[in-house]
């Protein structure tokens, strides 16, 4: 079937799924291989359970013509997307990076919502399914959308924008995470650029931190908004961290001074960042204000919380060399009287795995904490001289029997170590 006959059903039957378990009545069902599990063989629950179509790529599964036979149905979501992104028209950011893009997101989703019918990637949607999925979303109430883009290889960028079609851009940063994919840094520069190759190419427009040099040596050629710590179209400075970021910003020589609830002095680019889009789209200085202020991180992305015992920033979302170290730089500056450090292993990092955990041991032995946990394999490598546990369980075992009190601990590490079990303990 070409897309454009499917598209004439998807306007009729709006909502789209890829879980038999969850099925809309009317949706259309799209049956995705996985590593483990193969849709098609779903696809018929999907039909009882409420569903309009099944879109397969198994012609031995289709029973009537219910049954949408394709060549591939990862392919044939994707273009479809793609189809609808375009019919629609709807202005899109497009917003990648190896640090804050979920943050990113949300703060911008914060401050353009406070104008705007805005459509916005939820949690963590970010891959070759759930941008496809978002963009589906779409409908002619939506005045935008911001569709965050996550890679792990190189080509995944080329392949979302070719999907998205955005008309601006944001690359947060570019650093070390994915190295086992990406093979090497210059494999993330190149991957990260490749939404510059597309808003470049198309004659779009960028939102870009003015003192990142590494990005400005790959933005040549497309039209700029800046954002940074002076001379930029949207300028701010951090006027405290302990632990929440408190900054200022300018507009006509007015400052405006913002008390957020996101822990880090590193979070100052992205909340300028949303101040840059939001100044572009002629939000008042108030509004934007408030909404950056307002904005409340979750999902254990540097989140505080104050428990019996101590007080925990809960970062187990995700890690890589650059975000860690930030997170441990930050921490160190937070005035308090007795600071515990617990981190996870970073995964996916490659052959320089150990080399970049030494890195971090030795940042550890630089500032003097008063108590530092490690755990897992790579940490186990890499460490000298602190308490290490090959596994997450064992930690947790520990912590019981030994459990802190009266301190500021900073719990951070990747998502598959799990440290956020730690939380009910601490």
């Not at 598209?7 to 969850?22: G, L, N, Q």
């Not at 408190?246 to 008390?259: S, T």
């Amino acid at each position: 079937m070409y897309i454009a006959e499917l598209y004439e059903i998807f306007r009729h039957h709006p909502a789209v799924t890829i879980d038999s378990r969850k099925c809309p009545v009317d949706s259309i069902f799209f049956a995705l291989r996985g590593e483990r599990t193969d849709g098609n063989l779903y696809a018929e629950a999907a039909l009882k359970g409420g569903c309009a179509y099944a879109v397969v790529d198994n012609p031995n599964v289709a029973k009537d013509n219910r049954y949408i036979v394709v060549d591939d149905v990862l392919k044939t979501l994707q273009q479809l997307a793609h189809f609808h992104r375009k019919a629609l028209g709807t202005p899109i950011i497009g917003i990648t990076g190896t640090n804050g893009k979920t943050t990113t997101k949300e703060l911008l989703a914060a401050v353009l919502s406070t104008k705007y019918n805005l459509l916005y990637t939820e949690g963590n949607l970010n891959n070759h399914i759930g941008v496809p999925l978002t963009l589906l979303r779409l409908n002619y109430d939506h005045e935008m959308a911001v569709i965050e883009m996550g890679a792990s290889h190189v080509g995944d960028i080329r392949e979302l924008v070719d999907i998205v079609n955005p008309n601006y851009g944001i690359i947060t940063n570019i650093g070390k995470g994915h190295l086992e994919g990406f093979g090497s840094f210059e494999g993330v520069l190149q991957t990260k650029k490749e939404l510059y190759d597309y808003i470049r190419r198309t004659r779009g427009m960028i939102f870009i931190r003015k003192e990142d040099s590494v990005l400005q040596s790959i933005a040549q050629g497309i039209e700029q908004v800046t954002y940074g710590e002076s001379d930029a179209f949207a300028s701010g400075r951090v006027v405290s961290c302990n632990p929440y970021l408190v900054f200022e910003w300018k507009q006509q020589g007015k400052i405006h001074v913002v008390e957020t609830k996101l822990i880090g002095d590193y979070n100052l680019h992205n909340a300028l960042s949303a101040v840059a889009v939001g100044r572009y789209f002629k939000i008042p200085a108030e509004r934007i204000s408030r909404a950056i202020a307002a904005y409340e991180p979750t999902n254990n992305r540097s989140q505080l919380k104050t428990t019996a015992s101590n007080k925990l920033i809960i970062d187990a979302y995700n890690a890589n060399p650059s975000s860690m170290r930030l997170a441990i730089e930050n921490f160190a500056n937070i005035d308090c009287a007795s600071k515990t450090v617990i981190l996870g292993d970073m995964k996916e990092l490659g052959e320089e795995s150990l080399n970049l955990h030494r890195e971090i041991v030795g940042l550890l032995k630089e500032k003097h904490f008063d108590n530092v946990l490690l755990c897992g394999e790579n940490f186990n490598k890499a460490n000298e001289g602190y308490l290490c546990f090959p596994t997450t369980e064992d930690l947790v075992d520990y912590l019981k029997q030994n459990p802190p009190k009266n301190q500021y601990i900073l719990i951070k590490g990747s998502h598959s170590m799990g440290l956020e079990k730690l939380v009910d303990i601490l």
